[in-house]
């Protein structure tokens, strides 16, 4: 009987090549399945862009624990319930920042999106938002992010989001 639980564990992966959080070593393979790719859409406070991120996870749960994700980036959801905000609704949104095209010689700053704020808190939540570079602007919910209105469309400045 012995000998048929540990053929049915063997071949089930759970043990031998076990992998990430199997309990037979680690060699790095899969245990007991081809593993999963997730895919999740950020918005990128420093170019203004959705960036999509694909992490490879390969780990099956009923071989024992499993190693946690690698850590997200300190970016908000592309698709969030901010996106399709207009304007004053953005700025009257907890959790949701606005984004502008900054002003130029010939026209001034206009809006140009809505982003749910950066999971990422402020190293100085007593910071100005003028002090922000383009990640802690994006996490702070006080300040708007400015990008420069002539390609590319980068990171210009951050400050106090306009009234509503």
Do not use: K
């Amino acid at each position: 009987m012995r000998q048929l639980i540990f053929l049915m564990m063997a071949l089930s992966g759970c043990i031998g090549g076990g992998g990430s959080g199997g309990s037979g070593g680690d060699t790095g393979d899969t245990c007991g399945g081809p593993g999963f790719d997730v895919t999740q859409s950020f918005h990128d406070p420093s170019s203004n862009q959705c960036i999509d991120l694909v992490r490879r996870y390969e780990c099956d749960s009923s071989c024992g624990d499993c190693p946690p994700f690698e850590p997200l980036p300190p970016y908000g959801e592309c698709e969030s319930s901010c996106t399709a905000l207009a304007e004053d609704a953005c700025l009257a949104t907890t959790g949701c920042g606005a984004a502008y095209s900054d002003a130029t010689q010939d026209t001034p700053a206009a809006f140009s999106g809505c982003w749910e704020i950066a999971h990422h808190a402020s190293d100085n939540p007593y910071e100005t938002c003028e002090a922000h570079d383009a990640v802690s602007c994006a996490s702070d919910d006080r300040c708007a992010a400015y990008y420069h209105a002539d390609a590319p469309h980068d990171f210009a400045r951050c400050a106090v989001e306009p009234s509503a």
